[in-house]
């Protein structure tokens, strides 16, 4: 990838810590000196108390095949940017591991490019190939003690 | 090494999510002889890991997910990957 058109951080997006909106404001705060960003857009997944035989999910507990995980994501950011026509793009995104509760974020993309179609598309393109490629798990334990494996659609 | 050559080869099988739940270990070591094509290799990790049977799950080996058709000459990490839920 151009490093002077693409910039992607953190260097490694899995993080064991907890992830809030704090961070879209931080991120997006920082890239406001970026004379070139003309607009960002950020996606914030939130874990949702689904019914799950009989009792709501009260956390997702995610794991991952770490090394796999990394390589997907520099992989399907790089194709995606390549068929991204903005001058610029920054590219935020981090994923929890461990628990997660109901109503917590574990996931954040926030995406910057030079006008709004690009960072709309790519943020949501991030997102879906995300779904599809990344190798994460996620238990999710029931408010009764009760669990179940997510599966992404 | 020929692609018809067999040779013994110790590897590390990882499993991951639902299938460590089920195995109740994140790893073990396995002796396989390669080569070996995509279908003979998940046989023989369903011969190993009785549990893996009916299960819905995509082979890596040493971090690529094998392809349909594929030879596997040799692994040193075979991860067993469920289906994904991140995000």
New interface residues.
């Given amino acids: 990838m151009d490093k002077d058109r693409v910039s992607v951080e953190p260097e490694t997006f899995l993080t064991d810590e907890a992830l809030s909106q704090e961070c879209v404001a931080r991120v997006t705060e920082a890239w406001s000196t970026d004379r070139r960003l003309g607009a960002v857009v950020s996606f914030a997944g939130v874990v949702r108390g689904d019914m799950v035989d009989g009792s709501p999910v009260a956390a997702i507990e995610f794991s991952a095949h770490r090394e796999m995980a990394e390589e997907s994501v520099r992989r399907l950011v790089e194709r995606l940017v390549a068929d991204t026509r903005s001058d610029t793009v920054r590219i935020y995104l981090r994923h929890a591991l461990g628990r997660v509760p109901r109503g917590g974020i574990p996931i954040v993309i926030i995406v910057g490019t030079s006008h709004r179609k690009e960072a709309f598309s790519l943020c949501s393109g991030i997102l879906e190939l995300f779904k599809q490629e990344v190798p994460i798990y996620g238990k999710e334990l029931t408010d009764s003690g009760g669990h179940s494996w997510k599966e992404n659609r | 090494m020929k692609s018809s050559e067999k040779r013994e080869g110790e590897t590390v099988v990882?499993f991951?999510?639902?299938l460590?739940?089920l195995l109740g270990v994140p790893e073990k070591t396995l002796t396989i002889v390669y080569p070996q094509s995509d279908v003979s290799l998940r046989r023989a990790l369903e011969t190993a890991f009785p549990g893996l049977r009916g299960q819905l799950f995509s082979v890596?080996v040493d971090?690529v997910v094998v392809a349909e058709g594929q030879t596997i000459t040799e692994a040193r990490e075979i991860?067993l990957?469920?289906?994904?839920?991140?995000?």
């Fill in positions: 990882r991951f999510g639902p460590e739940e890596a971090r991860a990957l469920p289906p994904f839920a991140g995000g």
